[in-house]
């Protein structure tokens, strides 16, 4: 169902096929943590195609397939490449697939992955392009949920800037396929896009926006942060004012449900108080540890490696 | 009123094609799209916002001679007018009229919006955009999934 198959956007995906995702990557999560071995993608070789820096997610792919025995090349900024000396992305896709049984691609410009996957002769992993998707960040997301509190019908907010956050928005998709509640908080200049709303609606997702985190703390079984960047906002003291009011404490959290689990994509900046790491609340590490698992069984998956 | 006259326009040329309905204004926008300008040894006369004898409104009308454009030259056309009417004159005589029909996707006409999408590079890239409505036209980039609609015209490559 897999083989061969490209990863650009998780709305190309069924819910089945990313339930199969999911429970592969369940299957997987031992080997994840080290807890047991195997060499299931020994011989493979993945190419790392980061035309912008992002550490965790590079390091991220690179556990999953060597834990798994698999190797892989590639580079993390486009300083030392042939990029720099102007070549084109297609030529570059063109070049690695021939090397390498599956593409990992993160570019600055949206649209990338889409376009390098119709010059390359292997698959190819979107990791981030632009603004535009992230597919292993949403599925890492939605296997916390599932783990973690339950993914079907789930009630969650979605915290912060959901005007710009494009990750919220394939998150907000993919939830709608579950079924969620879905509790729209952010800062009036910083809604959720009404075509997106729409959308969701239309897909028979029950849709409530606030301003009050502090409203919504005791309805929902996730908090969903994501960052307020400082460029959105051409003045500073709005800037604290606003990020200040979306900020998670340790003391917050009383009024929620004891299960309530908080997620954020990480790295935090001050969206969430460091008291809350030792409340039984917090998922956010665990969330990013997740990536590794979820992106073992793509890589098993596209290599058909695993059915 | 001059419904007669233009209708004479119409049928002046002996054999070629002539789109009509036009929106008023856009006659030089289609023949953008069609690649018909300055390079081409095209004979093409235009008709700018004559009275349209539909109902209200003006329009503009193409007129190619000698040449029988292929409906999928055409449609494309649709972006920009969506109730273009297409005529093949031979010998002065219409021998085929159809509408044109917007295609599903247009390929290399518009510019997307996006300044940081990847078609707007230097990649050896056609701009690729899925017609998702008719009325009104709504396209979407395949590449970034950003949406243009209204005045497509503004967005010609
Ligand atoms: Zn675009």
Do not use: W
Not at chain 1, 92 to 112: F, K, N, Q, W
Not at chain 1, 165 to 190: D, N
Not at chain 2, 73 to 95: F, G, S
Request: proline share 5%; glycine share 8%; hydrophobic share 40%.
């Amino acid at each position: 169902m897999f083989a061969g198959r490209h990863i650009i956007s998780t709305r190309e995906f069924s819910k089945d096929e990313i339930d199969h995702i999911l429970k592969v990557a369940e299957r997987l999560e031992p080997y994840a943590l080290g807890k047991e071995k195997a060499r299931l993608l020994a011989g493979r070789l993945f190419a790392m195609l980061f035309f912008e820096p992002s550490t965790r997610t590079r390091l991220s792919f690179e556990a999953a397939a060597k834990r798994l025995g698999g190797s892989t090349i590639g580079f993390s900024s486009t300083e030392s490449t042939s990029a720099a000396k102007g070549e084109s992305l297609a030529d570059t896709v063109r070049v690695l697939s021939g090397y390498a049984d599956a593409l990992i691609i993160r570019h600055p410009r949206e649209g990338a992955a889409r376009f390098a996957a119709r010059h390359s002769r292997v698959p190819v992993i979107n990791a981030g392009d632009g603004a535009g998707h992230h597919p292993t960040q949403t599925l890492l997301d939605l296997y916390t949920l599932r783990k973690e509190c339950g993914l079907e019908g789930v009630r969650i907010a979605l915290v912060g800037d959901l005007k710009y956050g494009r990750t919220v928005h394939s998150l907000a998709y993919a939830l709608a396929l579950y079924e969620a509640e879905m509790f729209m908080v952010s800062p009036p200049q910083l809604r959720m896009p009404g075509h997106i709303i729409t959308d969701l609606v239309q897909m028979g997702v029950h849709v409530h926006e606030s301003q009050s985190l502090q409203e919504v703390m005791g309805e929902v079984d996730a908090i969903y942060l994501t960052r307020i960047q400082r460029e959105r906002f051409p003045d500073p003291t709005e800037y604290q004012r606003v990020a200040g009011s979306y900020r998670l404490t340790a003391s917050m959290l009383q009024h929620a449900s004891p299960r309530t689990i908080v997620m954020h994509p990480l790295p935090r900046v001050d969206e969430i108080a460091p008291d809350v790491d030792s409340t039984p609340h917090a998922r956010y590490f665990e969330q990013s540890s997740y990536g590794v698992p979820v992106r073992m069984a793509l890589l098993c998956l596209l290599t058909g490696v695993i059915e | 009123m001059s419904g007669a006259v233009h209708e004479l326009k119409v049928k002046r040329i002996e054999s070629g094609t002539v789109i009509d309905h036009i929106p008023p204004g856009q006659a030089l926008n289609v023949l953008k799209i069609l690649g018909i300008g300055g390079g081409s040894d095209a004979v093409v006369s235009m008709v700018m916002n004559v009275e349209s004898c539909k109902g209200p409104g003006r329009k503009d009308i193409v007129k190619i001679e000698n040449r029988e454009l292929a409906p999928s030259e055409l449609d494309q056309i649709a972006l920009i007018a969506p109730d273009a009417t297409v005529n093949i004159i031979r010998d002065y005589t219409v021998v085929e009229k159809h509408k044109v029909v917007l295609p599903k996707m247009a390929v290399g006409v518009l510019r997307c919006a996006n300044p940081n999408c990847i078609s707007n590079t230097s990649e050896p890239i056609a701009s690729e955009f899925v017609v998702e409505s008719t009325h009104p036209v709504v396209v979407r980039c395949v590449y970034c999934e950003r949406k243009l609609s209204g005045n497509l015209a503004d967005h010609l490559l």
